[in-house]
């Protein structure tokens, strides 16, 4: 009996010797956080420890689309301008390792195009939700670097109005009914990174490529979605 208690206060001894550095330094080791986001807990997350994260705002203070049209009913493709209107948006990315990002985001665009003719217009502006589904490729990791990506999307039809302008008055209907509810397509683009500690600065360049037919009622030829849009994100 005596000798397990002199073993058991030579361990308390032992212990209360060990010092602090180096127990810190060993949780430190066993959980090592990376990035804002990154946990630990990979059963209930599904990221695995040391990942990095990030998401924040983007938006865009140019975006413009256009029709490509096919069709041997109503006005010539040529006469369909570019519309300008506002897309912004939430994005989160997860570093897949290296320089390769998987990115995803939750993204409000119009889409649409005009007709101009004397001194009337009409535009078509179509509102929607859009889901891409982007690979990042980020070449060098020091605090600036060119940013490569591309992939798909889909997106759901919010709303679609018709705006009539003749003379400075302008007029709008709903035309929602003429348009199919989804559309899907690619995206491209190009940019850079800026980084600063933690903060992430964004300028990218990009192109939709839309590739459903989103007019409802056409018998013949088609319409689809084209865009280009220069985006200015913050990241975290």
């Known amino acids: 009996m005596k000798r397990l208690v002199t073993i058991v ?3 308390l001894l032992i212990a209360a010797h060990i010092p602090a550095e180096a127990t810190a330094g060993a949780v430190f080791e066993d959980t090592e956080v990376t990035g804002q986001a990154s946990t ?24 413009g689309s256009s029709f490509d049209v096919s069709t041997p009913e109503g006005p010539p493709p040529d006469d369909f301008q570019d519309l300008t209107g506002p897309a912004f948006g939430v994005f989160f990315a997860y570093n897949l390792g290296g320089p390769v990002w998987l990115q995803t985001e939750l993204f409000y665009s119009r889409r649409g195009s005009r007709i101009e003719e004397a001194e009337a217009e009409y535009a078509y502006k179509l509102d929607y ?26 997106s759901l039809l919010l709303k679609a109005r018709g705006v009539a ?4 008055r302008s007029e709008a209907e709903d035309i929602k009914e003429l348009f199919k509810s989804a559309d899907y397509g690619l995206k491209l ?5 800026f980084r600063a500690g933690r903060l992430l600065l964004l300028v990218e360049g990009r192109y939709t490529h839309g590739l459903a037919d989103i007019a409802k009622e056409l018998e013949e030829g088609s319409v689809r979605n084209r865009g280009l ?8």
């Open 9 to 11: 206060l030579a361990s």
């Open 40 to 63: 630990t807990n990979e059963e209930l997350t599904g990221f695995r420890v040391g990942r990095k994260t990030t998401g924040s705002t983007i938006v865009a203070p140019y975006s």
């Open 129 to 154: 939700l859009e889901v891409p589904l982007l690979l990042r490729l980020v070449p060098l990791k020091g605090a600036v670097s060119p940013v490569l990506l591309g992939g798909p999307y889909g």
């Open 165 to 168: 302008t003749i003379e400075g």
């Open 189 to 193: 683009g190009a940019g850079m990174q």
């Open 229 to 236: 849009a220069l985006l200015l994100g913050v990241g975290f």
